[in-house]
């Protein structure tokens, strides 16, 4: 599966973490691929990464971490 984050609802310059997060376990779901963040700056909490999914940033894309600690899962 290939797919962008956009299409799970991502928007430029604001928290994206749920879109980030629901393309990577889409693409997990379906046997794995490839999770594009195109161009642009896009603002995220916790993610998790799985297994046979690659996270690719296009050329000119940023992954900026949010400044809201309550954007980020509380350790164990």
Not at 35 to 57: A, D
């Amino acid at each position: 599966m290939n797919t962008n984050i956009i299409d799970y609802g991502a928007k430029p310059g604001v928290l994206c973490t749920e879109a980030i997060q629901s393309a990577i376990d889409e693409c997990e779901r379906t046997g794995g691929g490839r999770v594009t963040v195109p161009p642009g700056l896009f603002v995220t909490g916790s993610i998790w990464l799985k297994s046979n999914v690659e996270l690719h940033l296009s050329h000119g894309a940023t992954l900026r971490a949010s400044e809201n600690l309550d954007d980020y899962n509380a350790p164990d």
